[in-house]
């Protein structure tokens, strides 16, 4: 359990990656180790706008087909 906890995305890349392979999560981790907010803030946003589609696909498929209702 505590390998599962401890292996984040962040710890995963900088395992896996190669020497001097720059990623967006190693990039913002640079930028905001040096508390350069600024520069780390389009990092995030891109990242996050990359998990925006995996998950409304993965809300809808989960959700399923709702009925709908009648307004009587």
């Known amino acids: 359990m505590v390998a599962l906890t401890a292996g984040t995305e962040l710890t995963a890349t900088l395992l896996l990656r190669r020497t001097g392979t720059q990623t967006l999560a190693t990039q913002f981790w640079v930028c905001t180790s040096g508390l350069a907010y600024g520069a780390a803030a389009p ?3 891109l990242m996050v706008a990359m998990s925006v589609p995996p998950v409304l696909l ?3 498929r989960s959700l ?3 009925p709908r209702t009648e307004n009587r």
Do not use: C, F, K, V
Request: aromatic share 12%; charged share 10%.
């Open 64 to 66: 399923g087909p709702h």
């Open 58 to 60: 993965l809300t809808r």
């Open 43 to 45: 990092y995030a946003a």
